[in-house]
């Protein structure tokens, strides 16, 4: 017996028989160009080369629109709450697309989504790069979401499939690179091209990158069995109503101040509702979009909570260095773009140790060991001030993202080491839809506290200040007033912002330590993972 074999008798021992929509036999093997693992060579190299690639390319995209945002408002004749919809809508797009993704490679096979997904998304790029109105962009923008959603559930699954369970870890680890590197060189590179070009090449620059991925996936990744099956409407309708008002209020909430308006409670009620139908009328449901019932695994339903915290942390990081960099410490945008791009290579050399430390201490210490790592980074953020320098600046992130893909890699593998290879493409969607819809709500929080909480230290911070407080005398002199002025009070109030956002910065800080610690506890519960063959020595 072969181990893709072993694999996925133990994991229909451990997870239940298949789902009654699945006609094939219940101890078939996968065959050889299917589903069954690869042996190590070229073609499972440029298998992982051509994963990696997508990878890369569907991860970029969050992160170098999101520099260009200031040019494209000017350029498209928005407003800073109308611009907010080009993320809004293409978010709206991904979580409905990875809704869907399970079916759909069920029901017409993964490669032929994949080179429909990766087509497509090079196609609505180029749509968005010439966008000449706010509404062509952000429906460009939407169709381009939906386009983008399979490409990372179906690389990841492609590569689950493609090594043995004693060998997953490396593969995975090269995968995760391009997860790490797309959201750190996106500012780099955004930065660079806004600068220097313009924001739509912000767009085009993912026809290079699409046009290879395209290619070699055509050529190297695998045909899946295509298997019958009915699109549950009444479910997608559920997912769009949980999905679609859950985006806008989170999205909009700052703007609308969250709880004090009508349209937020409305909103947040329909997903909630919505929310809930769902799960209430999928449970135990064969044709649900989204198969709950994978959930009844610990390990999955565990590893799916962690990857959701451990991107929460990660995207926490791109969302307040920019801030502090740019903002708080007055960098350029193509200085702090490099900075971010230094942090991503720690996470090149997690992903690197993740593999070769798991195989000493097992999957599961390694999980514990690198949200550790990731805390204590966090922690060197708590120290942060004004007067720091630049490498001071950047070594919280860059130690937290050692920590964080050191864990990343491991919790994917666990995640997936007992999920029978028929199931797979159901597995991939669900756990990237919970981690898309976790982070979403995370990123949200992270983005009020960093609202919301430099008023507060601002109000505290300017409580004891008065005209003829001792230490506003330098400020004075400076100035070259000899008296309080209105212009005193603008220099005073600029440096108390100032002081309140970075206040604010290391509270998240602190608080994004917290939720490291928690993914160690987490994956103390996970079970062990069960050795498919005998020198599977990544087993613990």
Not at 133 to 141: A, Q, W
Not at 280 to 293: F, H, Q, V, Y
Not at 432 to 443: E, H, L, R, Y
Not at 518 to 525: N, S, Y
Request: charged share 15%; aromatic share 6%.
């Amino acid at each position: 017996m072969s181990a893709g074999e072993r694999e996925a008798g133990a994991a229909q021992t451990s997870a239940g028989p298949r789902a009654p929509e699945d006609p094939r036999a219940a101890g078939s093997a996968p065959e050889d160009d299917e589903l069954a693992p690869l042996p190590p060579g070229m073609r499972r190299a440029l298998v992982t080369f051509t994963t990696l690639l997508v990878s890369v390319m569907a991860t970029i995209d969050a992160t170098i629109v999101a520099i260009c945002m200031p040019q494209m408002q000017g350029s498209l004749d928005a407003s800073p709450t109308t611009i907010v919809w080009v993320m809004t809508m293409f978010n709206i797009g991904q979580a409905i697309g990875i809704a869907l993704t399970g079916k759909l490679a069920m029901g017409f096979g993964r490669r032929r989504v994949m080179l429909i997904a990766i087509a497509g998304f090079v196609l609505l790029s180029c749509l968005c790069g010439i966008a000449t109105s706010l509404d062509e962009m952000v429906i460009g923008r939407f169709l381009q979401g939906l386009f983008a959603a399979p490409l990372i559930p179906l690389s990841q699954a492609t590569i689950v499939d493609a090594y043995p369970a004693a060998e997953r870890q490396r593969g995975l680890a090269i995968w995760t690179m391009g997860v790490v590197v797309g959201p750190a060189i996106g500012p780099a590179l955004g930065g660079v091209l806004t600068e220097h070009l313009s924001w739509r090449m912000a767009f085009f620059v993912n026809v290079p990158i699409g046009a290879a991925a395209l290619l070699l996936t055509w050529i190297f990744v695998r045909r899946t069995p295509r298997v019958p099956v009915r699109l549950d409407a009444i479910g997608i309708a559920l997912v769009a109503l949980l999905v679609i008002p859950l985006q806008v209020a989170l999205d909009q909430g700052d703007t609308l101040d969250w709880f004090s308006s009508r349209t937020v409670i409305i909103l947040l009620g329909v997903a909630a509702i919505a929310g809930a139908a769902f799960i209430a009328r999928s449970a135990g449901r064969p044709g649900s979009i989204l198969r709950l019932e994978l959930f009844r695994d610990r390990a999955f339903a565990l590893c799916t909570a962690n990857i959701t915290l451990l991107g929460l942390v990660l995207f926490g990081l791109y969302t307040l260095h920019p801030t502090m960099m740019e903002t708080l410490l007055g960098w350029q945008v193509d200085t702090a773009g490099l900075a971010m791009g230094v942090m991503g290579s720690t996470g090149f050399l997690g992903a690197l140790l993740a593999p070769r430390i798991s195989a000493i201490i097992g999957p599961r210490s390694t999980v514990v060991l690198g949200a550790a790592i990731a805390a204590i980074g966090l922690q060197l953020g708590t120290g942060l001030n004004l007067d720091v320098g630049r490498w001071q600046a950047v070594m919280p992130g860059t130690v937290a993202m050692l920590g964080i893909v050191l864990a990343y890699v491991p919790t994917t593998a666990l995640a997936f080491a007992r999920v029978p290879p028929d199931q797979r493409d159901d597995a991939v969607a669900q756990y990237n839809f919970v981690k898309t819809i976790g982070m979403a709500i995370g990123v949200t929080l992270i983005a009020t506290l960093l609202y919301r909480r430099p008023e507060f230290h601002w109000n505290a911070l300017g409580g004891g200040i008065t005209a003829n407080a001792p230490g506003l005398e330098p400020w004075i002199d400076q100035l070259g007033e000899g008296r309080w002025t209105p212009l005193v009070a603008e220099v005073v109030a600029a440096e108390l912002l100032r002081q309140a956002t970075m206040l604010a910065i290391v509270e998240i800080f602190r608080a994004l330590s917290l939720v490291s610690l928690a993914v160690a506890v987490i994956a103390l519960a996970v079970p062990r993972a069960k050795a498919s063959a005998p020198s599977a020595a990544a087993a613990e």
